[in-house]
């Protein structure tokens, strides 16, 4: 079936760089797109959402890129922090209000 | 608000015994799901509810586990009898409609319950 998929599940990142997580999704029909972070002991937190519509949509330190064409969804957080390690997940709204997620992305900051 | 509710937030049962766990949503939220969470599969979208319906239950592994939303501010999974591979972390999480004015159907977790069944 169709799913919302990941590149990579680690990735290290020195702390001040910019983290680009990357994700792939399959189903065209989705019509809107989320990132969650997730850290330990916790639940997923929303951090921004783009709708299909749009290829760019930024918010405080973060910005998602959405690729129609390739079906391709990232998630750039510039200046890294020791507060940003936790794991990514992306999501895609499949149809009506059903909410799909997908493997997730482990950050992690290199001092 | 004290955002969404969940308990227990651990249990620990034996093989066969039934699991009840317990979610409180968002007072005014539209829409309840429940996820479950494992290394394996990640976050697996089990059911959901709007306005106390259940509208999609696809995601619901077997007939061992069932849901119900009573009411606006109450839902229950529950597990009977319960088996290992059922260990996770389940979460519920709850949101607005996104037509809904300002809102951005964003969903709002609970902190999870995680099961352990041995």
């Known amino acids: 079936g169709e799913s919302v998929g990941l590149h990579l599940p680690t990735l290290s990142v020195q702390e001040g760089d910019n983290s680009i997580i990357n994700c792939a999704y399959s189903?065209?029909?989705?019509?809107?797109f989320i990132w969650y972070k997730q850290e330990s002991g916790k639940g997923p937190q929303f951090i921004i959402d783009?709708?299909?519509?749009?290829d760019k949509r930024q918010g405080q330190r973060v910005t998602v890129l959405l690729n129609k064409t390739v079906k391709h969804l990232s998630l750039q957080i510039a200046a890294t922090q020791p507060g940003d390690s936790a794991v990514y997940f992306c999501a895609e709204n499949e149809r009506d209000d059903k909410i799909i997620f997908g493997k997730g992305t482990r950050l992690h900051i290199l001092p | 608000d004290a955002g969404v509710i969940q308990s227990p937030r651990h249990e620990v049962t034996e093989m066969g015994q039934e699991v009840t766990l317990r979610c409180k949503p968002i007072s005014g939220h539209d829409y309840l799901f429940w996820y479950r969470q494992t290394m394996m599969r990640g976050l697996e979208l089990l059911i959901y509810?709007?306005?106390?319906?259940?509208?999609?239950d696809s995601g619901m592994p077997e007939d061992r586990f069932s849901a119900k939303m009573p009411n606006a501010s109450f839902s229950t999974l529950k597990i009977q009898p319960s088996e290992p591979r059922d260990s996770a972390v389940y979460f519920c999480a709850s949101s607005l409609e996104r037509t809904t004015r300002g809102s951005t159907g964003e969903l709002f977790f609970g902190e999870g319950s995680r099961l352990t069944v041995l």
């Open positions: 509810f709007n306005n106390n319906v259940p509208i999609d």
């Open positions: 783009i709708r299909s519509n749009m």
């Open positions: 189903n065209s029909a989705s019509d809107y």
